[in-house]
């Protein structure tokens, strides 16, 4: 049976559960800006969707919170409660701050209403001066709102720079509330690249901090102010999502130009890498997919699948053409360039292309000229479609991620559950859950490469293609080991579990 504790005496309405084996659990907020199946623009939403719920309920009550964007489907939309509101300081004004609530996978989904903020038809504008106003807002609200609500978290779990101001707001505004005292902070980094950065002065108008905190060892960041480097100074601990990148991003070369301030806490920053949702992506029951398959009818499985595949995108159908695919954001970080610079060098007439994407107009035209070109070799989909990259995890005999910096990278850790051999830059993630093949000792689950060069790449598809077409069994071989390899969350979900214990001295 649950019971309920009255953890602070003073404010009757905040209660921590207990387990049913009688513990009391841990709360952890998690606060991020998007997060499946309600809005996602990249693996950070697959991430704040699935890390919740592979922790241990009986242990941790983890809840989660976004803004209330519009554009969140109104299958889920109609079925949010509304909880409460109230108005808050913000800038020079007062806003309003609705909070609604849902429950989804046995997860609690707290959801920040403003609909001067969060109305449009994406998470995220062109306008990066007006997102880190909006996230600025969700940062202070979420703040605001939690005693509200009567949550008590123990930790916050910060993710990327939209929520790096909670951190700091809990050092400053918040920090003489006896609401917040003790309760920790964690800043885990998805992605180095994006920090939310403007000049000090908006920021001093949104937020009123005081004038010591835009100082370089604060927030101040080359004279402007940096939300993601305010929550990396200010957490209690960082986390990223792969050992490799934990590592890499204390360098100037990964850095982005926090490298030093990253070096400083190195004792409180470490690497987790990231799992994917097995119910989501299970080859065994994946109705999105032409034909479902396990380890041991891989071969005909992946035989129908790829006959399919090549049907819908109009493609010859021929089981002997090698089909190699592409799903990404389209843009610099995903190593395109490398691909753009020797394409017409491998896509010759027993190999046919696929990308599903869409990012920077170059890109998105680099391969439609491809696709208009080669129309009976490549198919060039510039478009988000879920269901089609399922069809193309199955169908595909080799993925491609050759990315200039990956901090976990999802694609081949779904490419490996479907049996896709998966060739990699070896940086950051990718280096971390892709083993090199060796062709000696027959070991490996993928192709990989090390500089950032376009011939080391075409070297390593050259070396694929050879495998796939002249020792067939070796590469079926290595699609089953892939296939074993377990990147599910059960690991990963136990050391974030361990981490938080730790931080809170239990
Ligand atoms: C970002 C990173 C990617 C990582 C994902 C989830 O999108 O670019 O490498 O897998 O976040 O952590």
């Not at 021929?318 to 490398?338: A, Y």
């Amino acid at each position: 049976m649950k019971m309920e504790y009255n953890k602070n005496k003073d404010s009757p309405g905040l209660c921590t559960e207990i387990s049913e084996e009688g513990f009391f659990l841990t709360n952890i907020l998690f606060a991020a800006s998007e997060c499946v199946p309600f809005v996602k623009t990249g693996g950070l939403a697959d991430v704040v969707g699935a890390l919740p719920k592979s922790l241990d309920s009986s242990r941790f009550d983890v809840r989660v919170i976004i803004p209330y964007y519009t554009c969140i489907p109104a299958r889920y939309r109609n079925f949010f409660h509304y909880r409460h509101h109230f108005y808050m300081d913000f800038s020079d004004r007062q806003e309003h701050v609705g909070i609604m609530e849902y429950e989804f996978d046995g997860i609690k989904f707290y959801f920040v209403d403003n609909e001067y903020y969060f109305n449009g038809a994406t998470p995220y504008g062109s306008d990066l001066k007006w997102d880190i106003e909006r996230f600025t807002f969700f940062c202070k609200a979420v703040l605001a709102m939690m005693p509200v609500i009567g949550f008590h978290p123990d930790i916050i779990h910060c993710h990327d720079w939209q929520t790096g101001l909670i951190p700091v707001l809990m050092h400053s505004t918040f920090a003489t509330h006896p609401f917040y005292q003790g309760v920790k902070s964690i800043m885990t980094i998805h992605n180095l690249r994006f920090q939310g950065v403007w000049d000090i002065k908006t920021f001093q108008k949104n937020t009123s901090l005081p004038d010591y905190m835009f100082t370089p060892d604060k927030l101040e960041f080359k004279k402007d102010a940096n939300m993601l480097k305010g929550g990396l100074v200010y957490a209690d601990y960082i986390t990223t999502v792969s050992e490799t990148y934990a590592e890499e991003i204390k360098t100037a070369q990964y850095g982005e130009q926090l490298e030093g301030l990253l070096y400083a806490r190195r004792a409180s920053l470490r690497g987790i890498v990231n799992g994917i949702d097995y119910d989501v992506y299970n080859p065994q029951t994946d109705n999105k997919i032409f034909a479902q398959y396990g380890i041991d009818d891989v071969l005909a499985g992946k035989a129908e699948n790829k006959r399919r595949l090549q049907e819908e995108l109009g493609l010859p159908q021929d089981p002997h053409k090698m089909v190699i695919g592409i799903i990404s954001r389209l843009t610099d970080q995903k190593g395109l360039n490398l691909l753009g610079a020797v394409f017409e060098r491998f896509i010759d007439e027993h190999t046919q292309f696929v990308v599903i994407g869409t990012g920077d107009p170059g890109y998105e035209n680099m391969f439609r000229y491809f696709a208009g070109r080669y129309p009976d070799r490549v198919s060039a989909n510039i478009c988000y479609n879920d269901a089609l990259a399922h069809k193309l995890y199955a169908g595909a005999d080799m993925m491609l991620v050759p990315s200039l910096f990956e901090p976990c990278g999802l694609t081949q850790l779904i490419s490996l559950r479907y049996g896709s051999i998966p060739l990699v830059r070896e940086t950051g993630g990718l280096k971390d859950t892709v083993q090199p093949y060796n062709e000696f000792e027959l070991t490996g689950t993928g192709f990989t490469f090390g500089p950032f060069h376009s011939e080391d790449f075409l070297h390593a598809v050259n070396y694929a293609k050879s495998v796939f077409f002249n020792y067939r069994e070796n590469w079926d071989a290595m699609v089953r080991r892939g296939m074993e390899q377990d990147f599910s969350w059960g690991s990963s979900a136990l050391q974030y579990q361990g981490m938080y214990e730790w931080l809170l001295g239990k």
